[in-house]
């Protein structure tokens, strides 16, 4: 069974940070294309980061500089931290695992992905 449960969403004000993770397991984790993607209301899905099993992370341009994605291979778990969090990263987050290997390319093609979390809310006020 596949599984990818996120966690760590919240409120904050703008400034603040939040530390997001991505539970998942291992036979999608060691070796898949792992991703953050993110949707506000009335908006697109859009991508926020991938990495592959090497840390190779590719950014959005809106969150370069602020974000950062990682992952633990021993805990399967991947971590989006999130800093300077500015009233547009208001979204719904979603963790994204895909079986192939990410180009930089991946970040804008969610329709790759082949398994989905259900989401976590994070809401950033002025």
């Known amino acids: 069974q596949v599984q990818l449960v996120e966690s760590g969403g919240g409120s904050v004000q703008s400034g603040g940070s939040l530390r997001l993770s991505c539970a998942t397991s291992?036979?999608?984790?060691?070796?898949?294309?792992m991703g953050w993607f993110r949707q506000a209301p009335g908006k697109e899905r859009e991508g926020v980061a991938t990495?592959?099993?090497?840390?190779?992370?590719t950014y959005a341009d809106s969150v370069k500089g602020r974000f950062t994605v990682s992952r633990d291979n021993a805990k399967n778990t991947l971590y989006l931290q999130m800093n300077r969090l500015e009233p547009e990263d208001t979204a719904m987050y979603y963790c994204?695992?895909?079986?192939?290997?990410?180009?930089?390319?991946?970040?804008?093609?969610?329709?790759?992905?082949?398994?989905w979390g259900q989401g976590t809310q994070v809401t950033v006020s002025s």
């Open positions: 994204a695992s895909g079986k192939f290997w990410c180009s930089s390319s991946a970040i804008f093609s969610p329709g790759l992905f082949d398994y």
């Open positions: 291992r036979d999608i984790f060691s070796t898949n294309c």
């Open positions: 990495i592959n099993r090497p840390d190779s992370p």
